[in-house]
């Protein structure tokens, strides 16, 4: 696969050419599609215990009857308050009660999720790739079903650090989510159906936020349920998905027990992973030294960055600009994830349909993609600091938001057209990146808007700024964008096997065409 110095290289342009899969899709609903599924729904439960902390913490925290009792936890005492059940230490209902956390504890509680998912990112992606992507994304779900469910309980011996080190565990855990189902999806979504498939899946980032919303929203404040049923509910449908994923769940279509003789024929004659599973050691030096790889980082760390700031600031905005509490709507804070859950769907079939019928190369449906989710959706981001009707600057948001799901068939699986095998760990890096970018936000918005919150104009420069890092951002993408299998894909081949491979054969024959 090398030559004598061992670099690797790009496919020859003679050699880049793509011709149709040998095999046909077979009809009906396949194995691969149950995999989908399986992803899809556990990505779902993932999120909806990531996000719906943010509504439980308003009813932990919920001033009612003052508790006679006080419960010592070290050298502190926590004051304890009770909603609708009696004070009694020794009865299981106590589990009910709220603290009087102040806001600081709180942020830090909340906090405490991103710092796990943010530093475990990386060495997730090199546990996927090792490993393959479900043992890792069944770890994930295990933990984070099992601290879900009992967190009720841990303020009673911990207090709010303890909350602190399930939500630690449960953001270390979560972060295998994305590399393990870009591992699996490199071995399982072939070139013709990679954008719709990859899609059905992320949107469970979506669906997942939206349910937990309007779910734990009832349940928290529902006094027949209380906030530790939203919890145990998501906790209990964790370990759901962990079983299902256990059963039904395979690694790579080599593995599964009962897939179809034409549909493992067709998945591997459209693919580029390796046709039988193998240990690789990861070519760092080749992914860090690939401007590929790094224009597609640079667009994932924008895109991050302009997303975060929608959803962190543009409610704060809102509020004190135009007046609309969005947070505390349920209708309007849905809203946006709702458009981005059907454009994403819409872009991945759209994507496969102008790669199918050759209506645009691959190349520049990335690009396409990329240049919709980033700059024209930026567009409208702007737009909204501009108007001062409410209905209109909802409207444009959840335009903004929807035409940002261009991005799921733009950088998002960028890494598996370079590199099915080592699509894992380069979506870790991508995404501890951009998550680190993100941090940015706080202070970009208190250096420009400060305290003066209502000053639309400081705002708008603010807006700008984001227009503006989406605009180069994605440049970067444009300029230096890749669809080429690179041959690094299968670095660790043996010398004296390598002219021999399969792969070999696959790059040569499955090598995506050219503009």
């Known amino acids: 696969m090398s030559d004598s110095k061992g670099v690797y290289k790009n496919v020859p342009k003679s050699e880049k050419k793509y011709d149709p899969p040998e095999y046909e899709a077979p009809r009906g609903f396949g194995a691969r599609h149950m995999q989908v599924l399986i992803l899809f729904i556990s990505l779902s439960v993932g999120f909806t215990i990531r996000a719906h902390l943010s509504v439980a913490m308003v009813a932990m925290t919920s001033h009612g009857h003052t508790c006679a009792k006080n419960i010592s936890n070290g050298n502190q005492t926590n004051e304890l308050n009770v909603t609708s059940v009696e004070c ?10 709220t603290y009087d956390w102040n806001k600081k504890q709180q942020e830090m509680t909340l906090f405490a999720f991103f710092v796990g998912y943010t530093t475990m990112m990386l060495p997730m992606g090199i546990l996927a790739q090792k490993y393959g992507g479900k043992i890792p994304f069944m770890i994930g779900l295990a933990v984070n079903g099992v601290t879900s469910i009992i967190t009720p309980w841990i303020p009673h011996f911990a207090g709010w650090i303890g909350v602190c080190i399930c939500r630690l565990l449960q953001g270390a855990t979560q972060a295998a989510f994305y590399p393990s189902i870009h591992t699996m999806l490199g071995k399982w979504a072939p070139l013709s159906e990679r954008g719709r498939l990859s899609t059905y899946v992320y949107t469970g980032s979506q669906f997942g936020t939206i349910i937990s919303f309007q779910v734990s929203g ?21 370990l759901v998905c962990f079983c299902m994923l256990a059963q039904f769940g395979s690694a790579s279509p080599q593995q599964h027990k009962t897939i179809s003789t034409e549909e493992l024929a067709f998945i591997m004659g459209d693919s580029a992973a390796d046709a039988v599973p193998k240990k690789r050691p990861t070519p760092w030096k080749h992914i860090l030294t690939s401007p590929a790889v790094w224009a597609l980082i640079t667009a994932h760390a924008g895109s991050a960055v302009g997303y975060l700031f929608i959803l962190t600031q543009l409610p704060l905005y809102m509020n004190k600009v135009l007046g609309v509490d969005i947070k505390n709507n349920g209708l309007l804070s849905s809203l946006p994830y709702i458009s981005m859950y059907f454009m994403a769907i819409a872009f991945g079939n759209l994507t496969d349909f102008l790669k199918n019928r050759n209506y645009m190369s691959l190349i520049n449906i990335r690009r396409f993609s990329n240049t919709v989710g980033m700059v024209l959706s930026s567009i409208f981001l702007l737009w909204t600091c501009y108007v001062n009707t409410t209905w209109l600057a909802v409207t444009l ?8 799901s261009g991005v799921h068939t733009g950088f998002h699986i960028n890494q598996i057209d370079l590199a099915p095998n080592f699509a894992g760990p380069m979506m870790g890096l991508g995404n501890m990146v951009a998550n680190l970018s993100g941090l940015s936000i706080p202070f970009l918005v208190s250096s420009i808007v400060g305290d003066d919150v209502t000053n639309q ?12 890092l989406q605009v180069v951002t994605n440049m970067i993408f444009v300029i230096f964008v890749k669809v080429d299998l690179q041959q690094w894909n299968f670095y660790g081949d043996d010398e004296n096997e390598a002219s021999d491979s399969k792969e070999m054969c696959l790059i040569k024959d499955y090598t995506v065409i050219k503009a």
């Open 397 to 404: 948001l959840v335009i903004s938001l929807g035409l940002h």
């Open 457 to 468: 104009n400081k705002w708008q420069i603010t807006f700008i700024v984001m227009v503006v």
């Open 218 to 238: 009832f349940f928290c404040g529902s006094p027949s349920f209380g906030w530790p049923s939203s919890f145990w509910l998501w906790g209990g449908l964790a």
């Open 88 to 97: 009694d230490k020794d009865n299981i209902r106590s589990v009910f009660q």
